[in-house]
């Protein structure tokens, strides 16, 4: 990042007068008698406390962690710094970097939403596309990495979804707490996006998962959490199996949105599921213990959500679902 100090001039200038005629040097010495001296020695002062000020300025701004910017997909085409807080935080997305993010201000079709149930049409007719996902049981050579916006699953090949006649294949899948996407006014504990990506056309559908308390840890989220997630900066193997994620029935929930953090994308197939698995509560915690903002990386969680966004006249609309496991 380009950090800009503003630099008073204190350059001294002094005024010499009789420097002509060498009869006048007592003069010159009275002009830089004691006072001038102090003047001096106080402006060299000034200068070195500014030098050290400033570098250690530097040295602070390069300690805090520097986070990629990434999209849902990893893929943003800059390197740069943003949070979830502070004046780098989401109403600031749009402005930062000379507005290589604008379309996070400027988009109509920005992610997440509110989605109030009662206004999703019950119709067949304005029913969304079906969606099919078709997943391995268990993914043995995933990655799990923490890269301090987030705690990420890179997976191995074989799940993929169909959507509205396209195939699309699972990258990710990673988490926002609390949720991003609100139902009927109300946030979760937690939200998983699954990421898919159709290889043709660059095409991005995102199936989310909301995430409710209950007194029994989730064994899917144990896979990752452990023995214990990554610390900020690290990645680890881990097998994953996907048998132990229960989101079957209820159906789901379809819209045309964005990536949820810069540079906001738009053109994004978003599925919300309906059903809503549930996760300890010491699970949620010991996430938020671990992905901090601005620098700071424990006890002070303030959330890895982006604030619901206006759906602007978009339609939400119901989708059916199907999950078939893929053998072998």
Known sequence: SN????????????????????????????????????????TLSYTIAMTIFIGAAIVFVSSVPRHSTSTSLGSASAEATWSYDGIRGPSQWGELFNREFQECSEGREQS??????????ADRA?????????????????????????????????SYANFN????DMLQFHFHSPSEHHLD???????????????????????????????????F???LWLPNLPAY?????????????DVSGDGALSYSGSFTTPPCTQGVNWVLLKHTPTMAEEQMHEFEQLIGHSGCH????VGNNRPVQPLNGRTVRRSALQLTPIRG
């Open 112 to 121: 997440p939403v509110d989605v109030i149930t009662a206004a999703v049409p």
């Open 233 to 245: 900066g690290e990645s680890r193997p881990v097998s994953v199996s996907l048998n132990d994620l």
């Open 126 to 158: 304005s029913a969304g596309p079906k969606l099919t996902v078709n997943y391995r049981s268990t993914h043995e050579q995933d990655t799990v990495t923490n890269n301090g916006h987030t705690v990420k699953v890179i997976v191995d090949p074989g």
């Open 165 to 168: 006649g396209t195939r699309y």
């Open 221 to 223: 989220l144990d896979q």
């Open 3 to 42: 950090i800009q100090l503003p630099m008073a001039d204190h350059s001294l200038s002094v005024r010499m007068e009789g420097e002509e005629k060498s009869t006048r040097v007592p003069m010159r010495s009275a002009v830089l008698g004691t006072e001038p001296r102090r003047m001096v020695l106080s």
């Open 298 to 301: 424990l006890n002070c969680f």
């Open 185 to 219: 006014g109300l946030a979760y504990p937690m939200e998983t996006h699954f990421v898919y990506k159709d290889s043709a056309s660059g095409s991005v559908l995102v199936l989310a998962v909301l995430w409710k308390l209950g007194l029994e840890r989730s064994t």
